[in-house]
């Protein structure tokens, strides 16, 4: 995402816990003579947005786009699992971006053209077994970008969700996936870049919520027109997985 934003001009402020990669994609990104900063930090941590939202403040002054892409997964049944599980996956995928959003909300005003892009997921759509945590956080992800769209149309900050389906990125590793899931990730999963891309498009057509691939659009789709076949189907075949 970074670096198709680089292609398109955007001057970048990145935020991540590791710092080397984030040194290494604006190392690049200043060879292509980008202009980017970083955060290195936990998004979590009122001190990390804090840092972030000063940044923005002192360099730009503004901000035209707000992208709220950290998630993370964590599969497994709910009742082998800890309180921890549940809170982290809510206050990574749904309280930071809100609070950055509120944070960071004076300095998109005065933005150009001010968007906030919340990356959801197909799940936050349909809900699987063996998720429920992960599912509950997209849902309520896609649920607040609803609600806060409508809310900010009238002070110019427009609101685009997507929801992607499964991408060849390190979120699989992170979240210990067993074998099998991996197997469905090699054959059902499409590239950053091209995720990257599409959000770029929708962000430039002003749309307001997207499905990026045609298998999760098919999927969303299932479950809107037949919700009882297809909760059979996940209900049947799902748990084979796991
Ligand atoms: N991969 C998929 O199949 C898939 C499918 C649907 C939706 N999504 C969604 O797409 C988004 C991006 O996921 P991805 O696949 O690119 O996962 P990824 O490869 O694991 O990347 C996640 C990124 O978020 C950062 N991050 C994670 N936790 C953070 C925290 N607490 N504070 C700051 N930064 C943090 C990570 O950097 P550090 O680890 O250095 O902090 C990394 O840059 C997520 O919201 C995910 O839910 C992914």
């Known amino acids: 995402m970074a670096r198709a934003l680089c292609h398109r001009n955007a001057r970048l402020l990145l935020v991540a816990r590791r710092e080397s990669r984030l040194q290494s994609l604006a190392d690049d990104i200043r060879e292509q003579n980008g202009e980017v900063f970083f955060v290195a930090g936990d998004i979590t ?25 950290a998630g993370i997964g964590g599969p497994g049944a709910f009742q082998q699992a800890g309180p921890d599980r549940l809170r982290r996956m809510l206050e990574v995928n749904v309280v930071a971006p809100a609070e950055l959003i509120r944070e960071a909300f004076p300095w998109l005003e005065a933005g150009i053209n001010p968007i ?17 945590e992960y599912c509950a956080s997209k849902f309520a992800l896609r649920g607040f970008s609803d609600s806060l769209r409508a809310e900010f149309s009238g002070q110019g900050v427009d609101l685009l969700h997507v929801a992607p389906s499964t991408t060849k990125t390190e979120f699989f590793e992170k979240a210990s ?35 990026l691939t045609v298998s999760g659009k ?9 919700p009882g076949i297809t909760r059979w189907l996940i209900r049947r075949f799902l748990p084979q997985l796991h």
């Open 218 to 226: 098919g999927f969303v789709t299932a479950h809107r027109l037949l």
């Open 177 to 211: 996936q067993g074998g099998e899931q991996k197997k469905l990730t090699d054959w059902n999963s499409v590239s950053p870049e091209n995720v990257a891309e599409q959000i770029l498009r929708a962000m430039v057509k002003g749309r307001h919520e997207v499905v």
């Open 45 to 69: 941590r009122p001190e990390t947005r804090a840092s972030v939202v000063d940044l923005i403040g002192r360099e730009w002054g503004g901000l035209d786009a707000l992208i709220n892409n």
């Open 116 to 132: 906030v892009v919340n990356v959801g997921s197909v799940l936050g759509h349909v809900a699987v077994p063996w998720k429920s």
